[in-house]
């Protein structure tokens, strides 16, 4: 069986790097929004443009969106990546049974790569395969499966386009509480799974 993964949110833990970008393009501005609250916002699905117009309505939102594009997956900012607890050794107890291939959307594919390699997690994929996710996110996940996916295979994400991607493909579904989406939003998306993260898997797959 392969089991299909995302990255942000789902192995790695992004939330630092994501408020650290919102301060720096907030430029000279005072921050209002602790880590903790900026990350509720983007959890229920708060648009960054939305966040500036309820708590930074002086920011041009033009200038920031441009800078935060710049940032978002520079290394001075996946410096403050980390993977959540037991993500590590939880794939390498996956990978003795299973076909771990890692699915994800980023801008900056080599400094994916690059920090995939750093935290170790190279040998534990079949495959680490990378996409802009484009004008349509669901499309370009579901793409980077569609060449070996098949009924039984798993996706495991932690936001509505792991969760649709999958759906249309046929795929057993799993979402995760440890990304940039809350239960909510996930739940009403009808995943065959919702976990609070990837280490409840080996004993669920048991």
């Known amino acids: 069986m392969t089991l299909f993964f995302d990255f942000d949110g789902t192995i790695l833990a992004n939330r630092t790097r994501y408020h650290r970008v919102h301060l720096h393009c907030l430029g000279n501005a005072a921050p209002v929004l ?41 290394p001075e900012f996946l410096a403050f990546d980390r993977l959540l607890p037991t993500a590590k050794e939880t794939l390498i107890t996956l990978a003795h049974a299973h076909i771990l291939i890692l699915v994800t959307l980023r801008k900056n594919a080599p400094a994916a790569r690059e ?44 936001t509505e386009a792991d969760i649709l991607a999958g759906q249309s493909l046929g795929l057993t579904t799993c979402g ?21 993260s990837i280490a409840e898997l080996p004993s669920l797959l048991r």
């Open 34 to 74: 602790s880590e903790e609250k900026y990350w509720e916002l983007k959890r229920s699905k708060t648009s960054e443009s939305e966040i500036l117009k309820r708590h930074y309505p002086e920011i041009d939102n033009a200038r920031y969106q441009k800078e935060r594009d710049l940032c978002i997956e520079s």
């Open 115 to 158: 920090e995939i390699d750093e935290f170790g997690l190279r040998e534990v994929f079949s495959d680490v395969r990378i996409a802009a996710a484009g004008a349509d996110p669901v499309k370009a996940k579901a793409e980077l499966m569609r060449p070996n996916a098949k009924a039984g295979d798993w996706i495991i994400g932690d």
């Open 176 to 196: 995760v509480l440890s990304g940039i989406r809350n239960e909510t939003l996930l739940r009403a998306l009808h995943p065959t799974h919702l976990l609070a």
